[in-house]
């Protein structure tokens, strides 16, 4: 997997979550899936149901922060092989009256799938 198919995996997904598309969000996220949170909460998704769920869950979550879109404010990616890559980025999320809602970062394992993307 490529640094370019990464960020270009990781910027059509956070067009999905700027858009708040709970179905374009979901299409890249793959079982099994684990989330981890530097709170110490965990998830693991084991079918593809759970994972629609799961971006609704947070797009329900956006709406209710008032959340616009994700400023993409550093991307890095590494090639792990053909297949694998990391993906870490820090981002502002901004609020639809353009007040900053927070910054954050995070940490995504990517596998290429069959139909190409991460």
């Known amino acids: 997997m490529t640094s370019g198919t990464i960020d270009e995996t990781m910027r059509s997904y956070n067009g999905a979550f700027s858009a708040q598309d709970s179905r374009a969000m979901a299409r890249h996220f793959h079982v099994p899936l684990l989330v981890l949170w530097s709170d110490g909460r965990v998830r693991a998704f084991n079918d593809r149901p759970a994972l629609d769920e799961f971006a609704a869950e947070i797009v329900a979550s956006m709406r209710q922060l008032d959340l616009s879109r994700s400023d993409v404010l550093d991307l890095q ?42």
Request: proline share 2%.
């Open 77 to 118: 990616s590494r090639e792990m092989s053909p297949v694998y890559g990391i993906a870490s980025w820090s981002f502002e999320r901004i609020a639809r009256d353009g007040r900053s809602l927070g910054r954050l970062s995070a940490t995504y394992a990517l596998v290429r799938t069959e139909a190409g993307g991460g």
